[in-house]
Nanobody, 124 residues
Framework: VQLQASGGGLVQAGNSLRLSCAAS????????MAWFRQAPGKEREFVAV????????HYADSVKGRFTVSRDNAKNTVYLQIDTLKPEDTAVYYC??????????????????WGQGTQVTVSS
């Protein structure tokens, strides 16, 4: 299993970024895909999750209205559009996969496969 996140960078507050995560080594369309982030000195926290066909999506309260998760099963890729970036969005963003969505979906400990992440730094 490989999960290659990209698209991060250094941006000013108020701007936007689109993160991508290219997946390989498993049947992408059979898995729900999630984004987590980890700021320095903090635990990895849930950001968003999208079901296998994209019909079921959930966001952390802290990002609702600014983040949009989507996927392209033909390209084995999941995306995270981040608008109106805030300094508190600064973190390494990771994508991960899980066979089903349930109450454990929101905990990083429920996932086994992680890529290297992509750094997002937002300046004020």
């Amino acid at each position: 299993v490989q999960l290659q996140a990209s698209g991060g960078g250094l941006v000013q507050a108020g701007n936007s970024l689109r993160l991508s995560c290219a997946a390989s080594g498993f049947t992408f369309s059979a898995y729900a895909m999630a984004w987590f982030r980890q700021a320095p000195g903090k635990e990895r926290e849930f950001v968003a999750v999208i079901s296998q066909n994209g019909g079921n999506i959930h966001y952390a309260d802290s990002v609702k209205g600014r983040f949009t998760v989507s996927r392209d099963n033909a390209k084995n890729t999941v995306y995270l559009q981040i608008d109106t970036l805030k300094p508190e969005d600064t973190a390494v963003y990771y994508c991960t996969s899980r066979l089903w969505m349930d109450s454990a979906t929101y905990s990083a400990t429920s996932y086994r496969n992680w890529g290297q992440g992509t750094q997002v730094t937002v300046s004020s």
